[in-house]
């Protein structure tokens, strides 16, 4: 199997700050690197992966401004391991089989855990890349999707199979997914299960960045430099409002943005 070679835009060794059940945050400067740490299993997700990612959210320092994800060996995330589908489940956690006859309230809950691992990307004071190359499948795809934006080696594959299991993606996918691509090509890349290869991704939304496998750090660095260029505030301010913009009336979205404008001016100029 081979390896990708280095990230140039991943931090040193020397600043890791965390590496467990499958996951590395390791941070220089104004950048995070969260990895995926399984490539024999292709990145293959665990509820522990789940809640090592969490822990990563809590623990970014307050000078990040762009996290990277990265998943180390040939692919991104094959999705679920497939031990949760086994009366035995994973140690030391509750199995699929148990989740499925709990009360709802604490099937509701155990859910709403998992998803903590994929909610915090989101924030408005980061921006978060991930960088897909191979498999991303299912919880891989929906993680893919959980980032602000996406730069992809020409290799990378996505596929939502959830629905040829008999499941639904829970992993707070279908939101991006539907915002990304729209709510009919999101139906069908959902309900037949097939692969979006990089090429497709590109054209439909998904990917930001399609570049050739032995040129994906150089591109990842390049394209990390641009996104820090600008002023942290400003970007913060246009992510959240670009985020408002889906869900706020045309009115409430002119306020918003001049609300914010108002408050950059105040900064820049120095007002009160």
């Known amino acids: 199997m081979t390896t990708p070679a280095q990230d140039t835009s991943s931090p040193a060794p020397g600043d890791l700050l965390f590496e467990e059940d499958g996951v590395r945050l390791a941070v220089r400067d104004e950048i995070a690197a969260v990895t995926l740490t399984n490539p024999a299993k292709r990145n293959a997700q665990t509820p522990a992966l789940w809640r090592a990612l969490a822990r990563a959210g809590r623990e970014l320092p307050g000078s990040v401004r762009l996290v990277v994800l990265r998943g180390e060996g040939q692919s991104f995330s094959?999705?679920?391991?497939?031990?949760?589908?086994?009366p035995e489940g994973f140690p030391g956690d509750i199995s699929f089989?148990?989740?499925a006859k709990a009360p709802e309230a604490?099937?509701?809950e155990t859910i709403a855990s998992y998803q903590e691992a994929f909610t915090w990307w989101r924030r408005p004071d980061l921006v978060s890349v991930a960088v897909v190359?191979?498999?991303?499948?299912?919880a891989g795809f929906q993680l893919a999707l959980a980032c602000d934006?996406?730069?992809?080696a020409e290799d990378a594959r996505f596929a939502m199979r959830e629905t040829s299991l008999g499941l639904v993606p829970d992993l707070t996918g279908t939101s991006p997914l539907v915002g990304l691509v729209g709510y009919g090509r999101a139906l069908e890349i959902c309900a037949t299960g097939r692969y979006v290869e990089a090429a497709e991704a590109a054209?439909?939304?998904l990917a930001n960045l399609v570049v050739p496998a032995?040129?994906?750090?150089?591109?990842?660095?390049e394209f990390t430099t641009a996104l820090l260029a600008a002023p942290r505030n400003a970007v913060n301010e246009t992510k959240a409002l670009l985020q408002g913009a889906i869900l706020r009336p045309f009115e409430e979205q002119r306020a918003a943005e001049r609300q914010a404008q108002g408050r950059r001016l105040r900064e820049l100029m120095g007002g009160e």
């Open 133 to 138: 190359q191979g498999h991303a499948i299912g």
């Open 214 to 221: 032995e040129g994906l750090d150089a591109a990842v660095t």
């Open 78 to 86: 094959a999705g679920l391991d497939r031990r949760a589908f086994t």
């Open 97 to 99: 089989f148990t989740l």
């Open 106 to 108: 604490e099937l509701d």
């Open 203 to 205: 054209r439909i939304g």
């Open 149 to 152: 934006l996406r730069v992809c």
